[in-house]
């Protein structure tokens, strides 16, 4: 009687814990929780000061609000109207440079909010964050890179002003092209230093937002959980991003790929989760070439410091736990500069081709305002990521002085002028520049430097690499041989 | 095991890749050449051909047998000394750098409809260019003392087999190494900079157009015991096996003559050709009386050393002397 109590006791065990295991397999949280957190969240509250009802301690909301208020300004770079006598587009800018969208008034501009092929779940900033904005949290250091002076912040608002005032945003006479500058450089400005520089440097240590006590009072997330969501939603990543490939990522930011967006397949993108922004979109454009890993080893990094970060259940980071946080932090950030690094080589390589065109079309006398149209967006690229490599957590001052003198202020333009300062009232100074041939000879010496002092694998646009795979070709080994 | 891998790496690579010289293809196609010349021009039948191509008394004589030995460890002391050597890359890079900075030669923007073109004329031109540095760096070795001490390794040979190549002493090998990183880069920076991602080499096999004939036409019968010689004027155009069989000559009439590689225009110009018509070729080596350590290996290493010091010792003294000479005739 009683082993057949038993048998039935087991079999009821068994039941239940195969009917436990089976829902969890098939539920979304449960294949979250399969694979050991292959996705960024959901992550159990550990605050121990908190009593309310919220099961998921991560928030990211006001850092996916400041992505948008990114892709907002790009957009609107691009609008700019000398004939305005209102300066409506400069307003317009500042509102998303400046605003804190608690009203749920400012519209999300890009991803479109209308579109059918690709549908997204926010309509409104303030629906991910209404304390969010930009101008807030923008480098507050003098910027070198850039003439006058200025701070990072004060740099973004005079490109805005610039912008609202050219048309199309792009200042033909200078070489300026706003929607790229503003957009690389804010990038840097505000979501990588943002990150490296803030949340994952002071306050990943002990002193700073422990981890026994909640972000700010009532919050139910701990010093440390917070800090390093904040630096996640910089990253830009869609929390399921280890599910994805790097062409599906990229495809993501593009608005492409619908089905690889919507993780929890309730038909729309929730642009909090499951969309890719600014800096890990560009990591995922090298890595789909295949030499790179930069999207996978950042987001991996991350997913593993905030289960390290959980692991502790509210309790302070021992010394151990912090210096293997250190160790992440070391991975995320060193890979994050070589990812805007990779840029800047990418775009000095597009700035030398495009010479090589502005150079025939001054012998042909034909395909000028292609050419310039070009070489301008992509001087514009090169100097927004230039000026973004600068504001993360060190100073490499030998390195981005050599850059911004290769580069210079401005574009070399085909009349050999550039911009090399700016005058009290903020117009443009202007000199006479090198030839072309040295412009160009400064855009190889940009990629050397780069591949020197960063650990470059996609080097995507190598002027010299033709060069390279010439004398590769040959393959000639050394040996002692006789003719 | 490792270090042991990448000798054997080498040692097939330079038997299985196209780009090299002792490729078995070139070999066979060698071997090909020589039983239709001494079938179909010497009259030979097939036996007699056949122990003429593989005479054991060459492919085993000492001088051979030195010869491989050289072979093996020349791969082993250039694994060292690669690591240090100057890049084509690098010579390169500077070339290409440097172009920027004059105006004398600009790229060339415009599409033209000869643009196919291109890829050819680089390939021929590099090939060419790359003939008359290695005329210029073998007709150095001859004539400039101290390298004709190093250079008399490769001329020790009393017999020539297509291995013979590798009798090189390594400071030869490291000035061909540069010899060739410079023409490499040089060539490959300027025609970039003109051309830039228009030019590209045309290869067979992977191998260059040019060396791919070359070789496959017979280059290793160069080093070889068949005389296979061309018509006069060719011969004042393209090196043939005989001619540079002369090269290797004892003969003092033969001394300095034909350092050309393919092109023996460079020899027709600085008045160096000895084509082979009313020439024939007793004995190759360096001296009548043969050395009794010449296919000794660690003489063979240690030698151009020896010769090197004697020729400085010799210089120093001699200025030395002078010095006192002339101090001598001013005290008095």
């Known amino acids: 009687m009683n082993k057949s109590n038993n048998i039935g006791k087991s079999i009821t065990k068994a039941t239940f814990v195969s009917t436990i295991a089976f829902s969890f397999m098939f539920s979304p949280v449960g294949l979250v929780n399969a694979d050991g957190h292959g996705v960024y969240g959901p992550f159990p509250i550990t605050e121990k000061s908190y009593n309310g009802s919220k099961k998921n301690s991560v928030s990211y909301g006001g850092q996916i609000a400041r992505q948008l208020q990114h892709n907002a300004l790009k957009k609107l770079a691009s609008k700019g109207n000398p004939g305005d006598p209102t300066n409506a587009p400069e307003k317009k800018m500042l509102k998303y440079f400046n605003t804190k969208d608690k009203a749920k008034t400012l519209a999300i501009i890009d991803p479109s909010t209308s579109s059918s092929k690709f549908p997204v779940k926010q309509k409104m900033i303030g629906e991910l964050s209404g304390g969010a904005n930009l101008s807030g949290k923008a480098d507050k250091r003098i910027q070198t890179s850039w003439p006058g002076n200025m701070s990072g912040v004060d740099v973004i608002k005079f490109m805005i002003k610039k912008a609202g005032k050219t048309k199309g945003g792009v200042d033909t006479r200078n070489g300026m092209n706003y929607p790229q500058l503003i957009s690389k450089y804010t990038m840097g400005a505000v979501l990588y230093h943002q990150a490296c520089d803030n949340y994952l440097d002071e306050k990943m240590t002990a002193s700073s937002k422990p981890n026994n006590k909640p972000y700010k009072k009532g919050a139910y997330y701990t010093g440390k959980e917070h800090s390093w969501d904040e630096a996640f939603g910089y990253w830009g990543a869609a929390a399921h991003t280890m599910k994805l490939t790097a062409a599906q990522s990229y495809d993501i930011a593009k608005k492409k790929d619908l089905k690889a967006a919507d993780y929890n397949n309730d038909g729309v993108v929730d642009l909090k989760t499951e969309m890719t922004y600014a800096h890990a979109y560009y990591a995922s454009s090298y890595d789909k070439k295949g030499k790179t890993n930069y999207l996978k080893t950042v987001t991996k990094a991350f997913i593993d410091g905030r289960k390290l970060i959980t692991s502790a259940d509210g309790n302070k980071l021992s010394k151990a736990q912090l210096d293997k946080i250190q160790d992440y932090v070391q991975i995320i950030c060193s890979n994050w500069e070589d990812v805007i690094a990779e840029s800047v080589f990418k775009y000095a390589g597009s700035v030398y081709k495009d010479l090589g065109k502005i150079e025939k079309a001054l012998d042909s006398g034909s395909g000028m305002d292609a050419a310039m149209s070009k070489y301008l967006k992509h001087w514009g690229e090169l100097k927004g990521f230039a000026m973004a490599l600068q504001a993360g957590p060190d100073n490499k001052s030998d390195t981005f002085n050599r850059l911004n003198r290769m580069m210079g202020f401005g574009p070399l333009m085909p009349n050999l002028s550039q911009v090399v300062g700016i005058d009290s009232s903020g117009n443009y100074i202007k000199d006479q520049g090198s030839s072309i041939g040295y412009y160009k000879l400064h855009m190889l010496k940009i990629q050397k430097l780069l591949v020197e002092k960063y650990a470059l694998k996609a080097k995507v646009n190598d002027a010299t690499g033709g060069m390279a795979a010439l004398i590769e070709k040959v393959g000639t080994k050394k040996s002692a041989e006789n003719d | ?332």
């Open chain 2, 1 to 332: 095991m490792e270090f042991l891998t990448q000798i054997i790496d080498t040692i097939y690579e330079n038997f299985f890749d196209p780009k090299k010289r002792v490729f078995v293809g070139y070999l066979l196609s060698a071997i090909l050449i020589s039983f239709l010349w001494l079938c179909i021009v010497k009259k030979k039948n097939l036996a007699e051909c056949f122990h003429k191509i593989f005479d054991k008394n060459i492919f085993f004589s000492k001088s051979a047998k030195a010869d491989y030995f050289l072979f093996i460890i020349n791969i082993i002391i250039l694994m060292f000394l690669s690591p240090v050597l100057i890049t084509q890359l690098a010579i390169a890079t500077v070339v290409f750098e440097y172009l920027h900075s004059q105006t004398l030669l600009m790229p060339i923007n415009s599409d033209s409809h000869y643009q196919f073109l291109i890829p050819y004329f680089f390939t021929i031109t590099y090939f060419v260019l790359d003939d008359l540095t290695k005329f210029i760096t073998h007709a150095l070795m001859h004539k400039i003392p101290v390298l004709w001490e190093i250079h008399k390794t490769h001329h020790s040979a009393r017999t020539l087999t297509p291995i013979t190549i590798f009798r090189t002493h390594p400071l030869e090998g490291v000035i061909f190494v540069i010899r060739s990183a410079l023409t490499q880069g040089v060539v490959i920076a300027l025609f970039y900079y003109i051309y830039g991602d228009n030019i590209t080499f045309i290869t067979v096999l992977g191998a260059n157009l040019m060396s791919f004939w070359f070789h496959l036409l017979g280059s290793n019968l160069r080093h070889s015991h068949i005389w296979i010689n061309y018509w006069n004027w060719l011969e004042k155009i393209f090196i043939s096996p005989a001619q540079h069989q002369i090269h290797h000559s004892i003969k003092k009439e033969h001394h300095n003559k034909n350092f050309g590689v393919t092109f023996a225009i460079w020899d027709y110009v600085f008045g160096t050709l000895c084509t082979s018509k009313d020439n024939e070729v007793r004995k190759f080596g360096i001296a009548e009386n043969e050395h009794k350590y010449e296919h000794n290996i660690l003489y063979l290493y240690i030698s151009p050393f020896i010769g090197i010091y004697k020729i400085i010792s010799k210089y120093i003294l001699s200025r030395f002397q002078n010095t006192n000479k002339k101090t001598f005739i001013i005290k008095n």
